[in-house]
Every structure is written in C-alpha cells, then in structure tokens.
C-alpha cells in the first residue's frame, strides 16, 4: 500500500487566491481526518469523515474553509480566499475501525502552504 | 479542558542516556485508546504505539518502553540509550469511543538528543 497520498506536497499563494489540498486515504480505511499544524497552537483538528460523511467540522476556522469527500478515494480540503495566517502544514490521515473498534491513524506527509 | 496533556515543551539529553516523555490524559469514557506518534526533523507522522484501556501491561519495544496506569491517568514512553536519530517531537493521543473515534493529540513534547 503506498499509504496516504496528499498533494501538493507544497505550495505558495497569493493571499485572496483560491487553495485546494488532495487527499488519498488508504484503501478500506473509513475515517478520513484533516489536521493543520502550526508553531503557535500545534496540531489542530479540523474536520473528519466516517464512510465519506462529514462527523466533526467544528474545527473548520471559518467559512472560507471547505472539506468534501466525494468517494471513499479522495478528499479536498479547499481555502478560499486564502490569508497569510493559513500558512501552515495540513495533514490527511486515515483510519480503519479494525476488528479492535480503535482507530490507528495513517498520516500523509502533509502539504505545506505558505500564503504571501 | 485540555483531554492530553504534554508537560515537557522540550528535552534534551546527551546520547545514551535513558529519557522519559510524560503525558496524562483526561476521559470520562471507561473504553478508550491511547498513542503515540513520531514526527521527526522530515515532518512525517509516525505511528509508534496503540494501547486500550483495558489493557494495563506495559509494552516494550526495543530501546523503547511505555508505561500506562490508569490510577494516574498516564501513558509514559520511556527510551533507553538515546540516539541521536530518537530526535523528534513526539505527540501522545487519546481516541474516546463516545466521541466517535475523534482523536485528540497533545500538545508534543521536542527532543534533542545530543551527540
């Protein structure tokens, strides 16, 4: 299994353009987890899926944030406009229930995002 | 409230020597999960250890050792003879089954190890 697979690995904006991150979980997982990490407030949940249905988006900032999963395959997690203060590494990890009922989290290696 | 709590910002310690990440963690539910991850200087995080709650025996791995007591709410992770490549920030985290698996990570705790 090649493992979570996000993309782009990095990317620099303009602040006002519009930020589309990729996410490839691994395959047979059914919870998908968006993460941003930063110096000042450390790793953040921002919003997971279970079965490709949002549970938890209380940790989406605002409303420029947006999160899909239109299959089991693939997420995006979208900022629009972007502000310099969304400068951060955004992780995708996935999970699998397992015949434990415990989640092990696979974490991709993250797409930095420098907004100007 | 804070669910995990990682007191120890930073460590540093001189190689071989035996250092010990702290986390406590906070949960109401009597079935959970606790973890730890690596993320090391390349900024990937690692998987290291999953435990449940209903399991107490302290694991080893190696030069590495995790301590889990329920009557302190702890899940220590211990390394013994440190190396230069046990440099990281290591995270531990908490899973609830009555929170739907969410997962809440600590705050990390940096360790150098000195060569």
């Known amino acids: 299994d090649a493992g979570v697979i996000q993309s782009p690995r990095h990317e620099v904006t303009e602040m006002g353009q519009e930020v589309t991150l990729r996410c490839k979980p691994i395959?047979?997982?059914?919870?998908l987890f968006w993460y941003r990490q930063t110096m000042m407030r450390g790793l953040e949940l921002l919003i997971y899926?279970?079965?490709?249905?949002?549970?938890?988006d209380s940790g989406m900032p605002e409303d420029r944030f947006s999160a899909k999963m239109p299959n089991a395959s693939f997420s995006t997690l979208k900022i629009q406009p972007s502000e310099p203060r969304d400068s951060a590494v955004y992780f995708c990890?996935?999970?699998?229930?397992?015949?434990?009922?415990?989640?092990?989290?696979?974490f991709g290696a993250g797409s930095r995002l420098t907004v100007l | 409230a804070q669910k995990v709590t990682q007191a120890q910002t930073e460590i540093s310690v001189v190689e071989k020597e035996d250092v010990t990440l702290d986390c406590v963690y906070e949960?109401?539910?009597?079935?959970?999960?606790l973890f730890w991850y690596k993320q090391p200087p390349s900024g990937e995080l690692v998987f290291l250890i999953r435990?449940?709650?209903?399991?107490?025996q302290n694991e080893i791995s190696g030069r590495y050792s995790w301590n889990f007591q329920k009557s302190t709410s702890s899940f220590n992770f211990t390394i013994t003879a440190s190396q230069v490549v046990d440099s990281a920030v290591y995270f531990c985290?908490?899973?609830?089954?009555?929170?739907?698996?969410?997962?809440?990570f600590g705050t990390g705790t940096s360790l150098t190890v000195i060569p």
């Open positions: 990890a996935s999970g699998g229930q397992g015949a434990s009922g415990a989640n092990v989290l696979t």
């Open positions: 435990r449940n709650s209903f399991d107490e």
């Open positions: 985290a908490l899973s609830e089954a009555s929170t739907g698996n969410q997962f809440y």
């Open positions: 395959s047979g997982h059914d919870y």
């Open positions: 899926f279970n079965n490709n249905v949002p549970i938890d």
């Open positions: 949960t109401r539910d009597t079935t959970y999960y």
